[in-house]
């Protein structure tokens, strides 16, 4: 048996609060997710993704956004104009008010999406607040990163704006949400984060903080949970044949030794950006895709993501800066899949986030088989094993266990060293408790 990143660490305080360790988040797109595409339409199907299981509902951006040099119609979400407000186009402050109630009222934890990297270029603080604030060129004007020609950079040597932007934040603490997802939080320096986040920690306790960001220095004093982009990237690239289980195991140890201990992991097959900008998970996984959400849900230290449609299916690029609502919602054979992976997740404290989670073995060792990902993570006497297969052709092996087990989607029982058939993008699950 070969062993990734194992030992044990004395029992200490949790770094992470006690809810969020086997939580799953589920991004909605406001936007697109009805035809109205309003907050009070959105509420209505807050008791929908309660019965689906999701724990956080991150909102993407729900605050003003610029007119000037605004991208397509309605623009896009992280141009923002207006920290404290919302988007006339979501409705009121009062109905994110009843947004968040219901939410709170089905047992469901809610965060913003929040871009401290930058805002409009017609922000309120550009014409309110002193010049200074911004990053600006030797002409005076306001600067632009990448391609996004509808921002203006905030200055983050500026100590009163730093000072602003955390109490823009404390706002929406004030007012009940459980935490934040921060964009681009890599391109803000890491020591706001680090001297901003304990404080708010310190003042609102039980908030969760995600960075969209892979740096280890995220987790030094910051965030809960960053990006795994490296993984989203590797799990595209074994779909299209151009890399290997190997590679995944690699990874797995790679991010270990990478990561601490009690790093969330962030694991999805899409979100916002890659179903916009780069293709559905359909698009780019094909007949892969449903084993490769399965991974996100089980592989070490990750904390899985559902992004808007996944759980029927939806395949469909929304576009990012029009409206392009989900036609209709239906509760099909993905729901069910979706439904399953996070009662898996729920029902086995092995596959937690960050320190309470096991780690990943592999009972095969050098047996395993090209284009099998076997892993097992064990903890506290409860055991998860997951057999993926992760190529275009069968794969055959030997049940790694004793005794007989039941596999947890079918309900079908295996016998241990049986040699075993699984088809191409299949997988089996046992989960075992014996606490």
């Not at 921002?151 to 730093?162: T, V």
Request: overall charge negative; charged content about 25%.
């Amino acid at each position: 048996m070969v062993l990734v990143a194992c030992g044990t660490r004395p029992q200490q305080p949790a770094a992470h609060p006690d809810w969020s360790y086997n939580s799953v988040v589920y991004e909605m797109n406001v936007r697109q997710y009805t035809p109205e595409g309003t907050l009070a339409a959105a509420a209505r199907h807050l008791p929908r993704l309660r019965e689906l299981g999701v724990d956080i509902v991150w909102l993407m951006p729900v605050y003003p956004i610029g007119v000037k040099e605004r991208k397509g119609t309605l623009g896009s979400y992280y141009a923002i104009s207006d920290y404290e407000a919302v988007n006339p186009e979501f409705g009121t402050l009062e109905d994110f008010d009843r947004f968040l109630a219901e939410a709170h009222r089905l047992g469901l934890r809610v965060i913003l999406d929040w871009v401290a990297n930058h805002t409009s270029p017609d922000a309120r603080w550009i014409e309110e607040r002193p010049a200074d604030w911004y990053v600006r060129d030797s002409l005076g004007n306001t600067i632009v990163q990448y391609d996004w020609t509808d921002i203006a950079k905030l200055d983050y040597g500026n100590a009163d704006m730093r000072a602003a932007m955390a109490a823009a934040m404390r706002f929406w603490l004030d007012r009940g949400i459980d935490g934040f997802r921060c964009d681009m939080a890599c391109e803000v320096p890491i020591d706001f984060w680090q001297q901003t986040l304990p404080a708010l920690r310190k003042e609102y306790p039980g908030i969760y903080l995600l960075a969209e960001g892979e740096a280890p220095a995220l987790h030094d004093g910051a965030f809960d949970a960053s990006y795994a982009w490296e993984l989203h990237h590797l799990l595209n690239d074994i779909a299209q044949g151009r890399k290997s289980a190997a590679d995944l195991r690699a990874y797995v140890a790679r991010d270990a030794a990478a990561m601490p201990r009690e790093a969330f992991r962030l694991m999805f097959t899409s979100n916002h950006d890659e179903n916009s900008w780069a293709g559905t998970e359909f698009e780019r996984m094909g007949d892969a895709a449903r084993v490769m959400a399965l991974l996100t849900f089980t592989l070490p230290n990750g904390q899985p993501l559902v992004y808007t449609g996944q759980e029927m299916g939806f395949d469909h690029r929304f576009e990012f800066f029009e409206k392009d609502p989900v036609p209709a919602w239906e509760r099909n054979g993905f729901t069910d899949f979706y439904a399953a992976l996070i009662r898996l997740r729920h029902e086995n404290p092995v596959l937690a986030a960050g320190e309470r989670g096991g780690q990943a073995a592999y009972p095969l060792g050098e047996r395993t088989p090209d284009g099998l990902m076997l892993f097992s993570r064990t903890a506290g006497g409860n055991e998860v094993t997951v057999a993926a297969n992760l190529s275009a052709e069968e794969v055959a092996f030997d049940l790694p266990f004793e005794g007989s087990r039941r596999e947890f989607f079918t309900g079908k029982e295996y016998t241990g060293g049986t040699r075993t058939v699984l088809p191409a993008w299949q997988w089996l699950v046992f989960a075992q408790d014996r606490r």
